[in-house]
């Protein structure tokens, strides 16, 4: 956290959506970009007057307002069902109740609701009620795999229950930003750049990603002599 704190900056934690908002944009940023999940959930929010309206309106409907973020067929009746699921249980689509709940209750409550998994409940309860979840993305599991901070044959499901215990509650946000931040800028997905790495001098993969880098400049080096 010191290092990577002094490489990113304080990070500041706002609410950005209500709990039941922010569960709907994180269906509909699955598979897809930020810029085109905030698109399409602008676009559902611009067609309907409130979740409620959106609970009410036909597939076709919510499938229509949301094409543009991808998947629209697989991801409206994912929004109408789980949105529905929680007005009939409550009567309303206030989940303001979560954040009196112990961390773990609050998941389980959530995890119990169609399509919701381990990363989605964890966005809802750190985004949005700033309780100490952690949302394991696809750049905070490599990142931490490459670290070693989890095992290699561990699945992202179960990187939620290694990492979040692993850092101070008042640390899970900062971790969470940190490590996305991280992994889009340094250690990206092909090529990291070890070289410029904070964490460098502690990560188990440097070396072996080192060798397979030379190698492949080597590689490269020949190709061009040959040709
Ligand atoms: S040293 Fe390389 S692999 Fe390890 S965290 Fe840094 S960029 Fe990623």
Not at 64 to 86: F, N, T
Request: include cysteine; glycine fraction near 8%; proline fraction near 5%.
């Amino acid at each position: 956290m010191d290092f990577l704190g002094a490489e990113y900056g304080p990070a500041q934690w706002h609410v950005r959506y209500s709990p039941v908002e922010e569960l709907v944009y994180t269906i509909l940023s699955q598979h897809t970009s930020d810029l085109n999940s905030e698109r399409a959930f602008n676009s559902l929010m611009g067609t309907f007057d409130s979740i409620d309206a959106v609970a009410d309106a036909p597939v076709e409907a919510i499938e229509e307002a949301i094409r543009r973020g991808g998947l629209a067929k697989q991801k409206a009746p994912r929004i109408k069902s789980v949105l529905c699921q929680i007005r009939d249980e409550l009567g309303s689509f206030d989940l303001s109740f979560l954040a009196e709940m112990p961390l773990d209750e609050a998941k389980a409550w959530l995890k119990r609701l169609n399509g919701i998994g381990p990363k989605t409940a964890a966005i809802i309860l750190c985004f949005s009620l700033g309780m100490p979840a952690m949302p394991v993305d696809t750049h905070i599991f490599r990142v931490s795999k490459r670290l070693g901070l989890i095992g290699a044959k561990v699945n992202a499901d179960k990187a939620h229950d290694i990492l979040e215990p692993m850092v101070e509650p008042q640390d899970v946000f900062a971790f969470h930003m940190y490590l996305i931040q991280h992994g889009r800028q340094v250690c990206k997905a092909q090529r990291p750049r070890c070289g410029e790495c904070a964490l460098g001098w502690g990560c188990r993969e440097r070396p072996k990603l080192e060798r397979e880098a030379k190698r492949a400049a080597r590689k490269r080096k020949s190709g061009n002599k040959i040709g």
